[in-house]
Nanobody, 117 residues
């Protein structure tokens, strides 16, 4: 059974940091493209960052230079280090695993990140 379990969300002040984790099981993690998406209240879900199976990365302009995605193919976990957080980063953050094959894409349940003073 495929599982993606996010953790590490919470309440942080502007300028602070958080590290999200997404633990994967039930599929061959090392071969999947892993991504983080987020959805703020009243907005559509948006792509934040991607890491390929080979370690190449992409970042949305809004988080470039502040967020870092990484993966550990031994622990089957993908991470999102978020620094210099802003109130507009407030959202539910979702982990996604994509095989590249239509229909083989999985989502986690999401973790809430709130940036507020």
């Amino acid at each position: 059974q495929v599982q993606l379990v996010e953790s590490g969300g919470g309440l942080v002040q502007p300028g602070g940091s958080l590290r999200l984790s997404c633990a994967a099981s039930g599929f061959t993690f090392s071969t999947y493209v892993m991504s983080w998406y987020r959805q703020a209240p009243g907005k559509e879900r948006e792509l934040v960052t991607i890491i390929s199976s080979g370690g190449s990365t992409y970042y949305a302009d809004s988080v470039k230079g502040r967020f870092t995605i990484s993966r550990d193919n031994v622990k089957n976990t993908v991470y999102l280090q978020m620094n210099s957080l802003k109130p507009e980063d407030t959202a539910i953050y979702y982990c996604n695993a994509n095989s590249g094959v239509p229909g083989l894409s999985y989502w986690g349940q999401g973790t809430q990140v709130t940036v507020s003073s």
